[in-house]
């Protein structure tokens, strides 16, 4: 019911930035609220881990080796969920997904991700 479009990986030297931005489009109606809104990243051989999400009531989380480093940010009006990354690092490489769950309508509940992303950091 929800499409996600993700923008911004690529590639990067260790220690530079890259900004990873998610639009939410609904195929019918209008996205009323949100539950949750994130990034999760999946590197070869490792399970998908969350790195950064925004709950309901505003709570944040962040994956331990990028505090200090991401920012998870999100805007209700573009429907847009943001994750900065500073300092970038070499296990930072991965495929990053965003995911968004919440209603349509104030009725329909929904739970989509994005295609997924790369991310690659070198030194």
């Known amino acids: 019911q929800v499409q996600l479009v993700e923008s911004g990986g690529g590639l990067v030297q260790a220690g530079g930035s890259l900004r990873l931005s998610c639009s939410a489009h609904a195929d019918r109606g209008d996205i009323t609220s949100i539950h949750f809104a994130g990034w999760f990243r999946q590197a070869p051989g490792k399970q998908r881990e969350l790195v950064a999400g925004i709950g309901r009531g505003g709570d944040i989380n962040y994956e331990d080796s990028v505090k200090g480093r991401f920012t998870v940010s999100a805007s209700v009006r573009e429907k847009t969920v943001t994750l900065q990354m500073n300092e970038l690092q070499l296990g930072d490489t991965a495929i990053y997904f965003c995911?968004?769950?919440?209603?349509?309508?104030?009725?329909?509940?929904?739970?989509?991700w994005g295609q997924g992303t790369q991310v690659t950091v070198s030194s």
């Open positions: 995911n968004v769950q919440g209603r349509i309508d104030n009725f329909h509940l929904f739970d989509s």
